[in-house]
Structure formats: C-alpha cells, structure tokens
C-alpha cells in the first residue's frame, strides 16, 4: 500500500525508480521508463500517476499478469514519449551509483544533410535534412524541376 502522506518529491521518484525502474530502449530516438509496481493496488497506481502528471509527465499503467497465490494485479507504470522520459530523468536527477545504466540514452548519431550536405545531430529517427528551410529548397527545386518537364514536352 502506498502511504497516504508519501511526498512527491524528486527524491522519492528518484530512489522509486532506482529500486523498481528501468530505461528501456529500442532505438536511439526511442525509449520509455518502466517502473514495477507490483502488488500496489490499483488505486495506489492511480495516484503514482497523478503525482507523475503533477511534475508535468505523462505516463500510464499496464496489467503485467495477476499473482497466482493471491490475485494481486502486477502493474507497471509507463512512460513511453521520449520528451517525459527526459523530463523524469532530469527530476530524479543524476545516476545512483552502481547503476548508471538505468539513467543512460544512447546516443544520437550524425547525419548528412540531402539537402546541402553538412552533418548535423537529428531529433527524429526519420529526420533526412538538417533545417526546415534545407527541406524547403529541395522541395521547391523538384516542384520547379517538374514545372520545367511539362513545359518542354
């Protein structure tokens, strides 16, 4: 059972996930925070959520299985958008020692522009240009290309 007067503080999420929690990632620009709760009634899971939502972060709760013995629901809170990850690291603060990986996104590697060619760091998987404007002229320059094909036949 969740204490009633359990505070909401970066400390509590901190040591919560440290215990309970893990960064898992699928690719570079894709990652969540799972934090077991299990035997927590579904209530007390609520309120994790609520409290979450108080520091500006999205999350939601999944039903892992139900304990056989007692028929306790297992729960897990997630949050799945890389911008809440960030933002719960960030209030948890730095790593524990020991278990720094739970804290460790893996890096964003370079790209080269198809648009003008400079590398740049990209913040979506399927980023190919490095600014709106690069994206802008080549999308242009391709609608001019096929403006001048039609008149030319």
């Known amino acids: 059972i969740l204490p009633l007067d359990v505070r909401n503080t970066s400390a509590f999420w901190r040591w919560f996930y440290a215990g309970d929690g893990t960064l898992y990632v ?3 620009f894709c990652y969540r925070v799972l934090i077991a709760a ?3 009634l579904t209530q007390d899971v609520d309120r994790l959520i609520a409290m ?4 500006g972060i999205k999350s939601t709760r999944y039903l ?3 304990t056989e013995k007692t028929g306790n629901p297992q729960w897990t809170i997630a949050i799945n958008k ?3 990850v960030d933002r719960f690291l960030k209030l948890i603060g730095p790593p524990v020692r020991s278990i720094e990986y739970k804290w460790e996104r893996p890096p964003v590697p370079p790209k080269d522009c198809l648009g ?3 590398t740049y760091i990209p913040t979506r998987g399927d980023n ?8 802008r ?3 242009d320059a391709r609608h001019y290309a096929k403006i001048k094909s039609k008149r030319h036949t």
């Open 52 to 55: 979450l939502k108080d520091h």
């Open 82 to 84: 890389r911008k809440d």
């Open 64 to 66: 892992e299985r139900y």
């Open 116 to 118: 003008c060619g400079k």
């Open 38 to 40: 299990n035997d927590f």
């Open 26 to 28: 699928i690719n570079p």
């Open 128 to 135: 190919d240009y490095c600014t709106v404007k690069c994206l």
């Open 137 to 139: 002229k080549q999308i």
